[in-house]
């Protein structure tokens, strides 16, 4: 294949997945099926812009094709490289965090009268790019369900005794609750999720206007410094 061709049948396989209604549609679970149906045949015109129908793409044209053999390499440089995550690793599906649906579930299974008096708040000045994006993929085992997953939010689950948090992005503000006999322990782990992810896009102590550790009683609320204080 030629080195511009090869060019094309990288970038345009990429896209044409990560920007693919069926997905959106399908809460962000990419099926072999829509895989098999979106990688078929490209026809790429004089000007490089490529076609799903030959007669689109004017007389002096290239074909890219892309076989069985082929599909699964995208899912492995999708997922390699962040834009997915495995879900149904038996079924061979991945899910893609932004294709998934832009406001929480309606039926959203968190009851907030059970979460901990104890939470973690962080708070940017501007919240770095793909902060959520990176921490859903990080977290991928303890997602549960699709559905429990948004564009803004997500329902995670500790290994044992229904343990559960919720982690929602707001504004310039991201906040983990938790709940059950566990809480205490997840919100630890999912902590420590989000500093591996700080430490890995080199965030300074300027990108932060707080970070704490909030607790709740019955007739105040506390306020604890995250570096300084104990889960």
Same mark, same amino acid.
């Given at each position: 294949?030629?080195?511009?061709?090869?060019?094309?049948?990288?970038?345009?396989?990429?896209?044409?997945?990560?920007?693919?209604?069926?997905?959106?549609?399908?809460?962000?679970?990419?099926?072999?099926?829509?895989?098999?149906?979106?990688?078929?045949?490209?026809?790429?015109?004089?000007?490089?812009?490529?076609?799903?129908?030959?007669?689109?793409?004017?007389?002096?044209?290239?074909?890219?094709?892309?076989?069985?053999?082929?599909?699964?390499?995208?899912?492995?440089?999708?997922?390699?490289?962040?834009?997915?995550?495995?879900?149904?690793?038996?079924?061979?599906?991945?899910?893609?965090?932004?294709?998934?649906?832009?406001?929480?579930?309606?039926?959203?299974?968190?009851?907030?009268?059970?979460?901990?008096?104890?939470?973690?708040?962080?708070?940017? !000045?501007? +919240?770095?790019?793909?902060?959520?994006?990176?921490? /859903? %993929? $990080?977290? &991928? @085992?303890? =997602?549960?369900?699709?559905?429990?997953?948004?564009?803004?939010?997500?329902?995670?689950?500790?290994?044992?005794?229904?343990?559960?948090?919720?982690?929602?992005?707001?504004?310039?503000?991201?906040?983990?609750?938790?709940?059950?006999?566990?809480?205490? !322990?997840? +919100?630890?782990?999912?902590?420590?999720?989000?500093? /591996? %992810? $700080?430490? &890995? @896009?080199? =965030?300074?102590?300027?990108?932060?206007?707080?970070?704490?550790?909030?607790?709740?009683?019955?007739?105040?609320?506390?306020?604890?410094?995250?570096?300084?204080?104990?889960?």
């Amino acid at each position: 294949m030629k080195t511009k061709l090869c060019f094309y049948w990288f970038t345009y396989g990429i896209y044409a997945l990560l920007n693919n209604p069926d997905v959106l549609k399908n809460n962000g679970i990419l099926t072999d099926g829509i895989i098999k149906n979106t990688l078929l045949e490209v026809y790429i015109a004089k000007d490089g812009k490529p076609y799903n129908k030959k007669e689109d793409a004017g007389k002096d044209f290239e074909t890219i094709s892309y076989t069985n053999k082929d599909r699964p390499l995208f899912k492995e440089i999708l997922v390699n490289y962040k834009f997915a995550m495995h879900y149904h690793k038996r079924h061979h599906d991945i899910l893609l965090p932004l294709a998934t649906p832009l406001y929480e579930p309606k039926t959203l299974n968190f009851n907030k009268e059970d979460m901990t008096n104890k939470y973690l708040e962080i708070r940017f !000045k501007i +919240l770095p790019k793909d902060l959520f994006f990176k921490l /859903a %993929i $990080l977290t &991928e @085992t303890h =997602l549960n369900h699709p559905d429990d997953l948004w564009r803004t939010g997500v329902i995670l689950n500790y290994f044992i005794d229904g343990t559960k948090a919720l982690i929602k992005v707001e504004n310039s503000t991201l906040s983990i609750h938790t709940k059950g006999q566990y809480k205490v !322990k997840f +919100l630890q782990l999912l902590s420590h999720y989000i500093q /591996a %992810i $700080l430490l &890995e @896009t080199k =965030l300074s102590y300027n990108s932060f206007e707080r970070v704490l550790i909030k607790e709740k009683t019955d007739k105040k609320e506390a306020e604890y410094d995250l570096i300084d204080s104990k889960l």
